[in-house]
């Protein structure tokens, strides 16, 4: 993984536990931003694992 991911998941942490993300759906999105971006690295460092 790329450093850049790490630091948006440990901003995410912060935020989350300042209350930023109280409303459930300011939490789906998030999550799923950064769900996106972890699947992206998987995509990128393991191609040959996403072949059927």
Do not use: R, T
Not at 11 to 32: N, R, S, T, W
Not at 34 to 46: I, K, M, Q, T
Request: a negative charge; proline letters at 6%; one cysteine or more.
């Amino acid at each position: 993984m790329k450093n850049e991911l790490f630091a948006k998941i440990e901003e995410f942490y912060v935020q989350m536990q300042l209350g930023k993300y109280d409303h459930p759906c300011d939490l789906a999105i998030i999550l799923q931003s950064l769900s996106d971006e972890a699947w992206n690295e998987v995509d990128e460092l393991y191609p040959q694992s996403m072949l059927p």
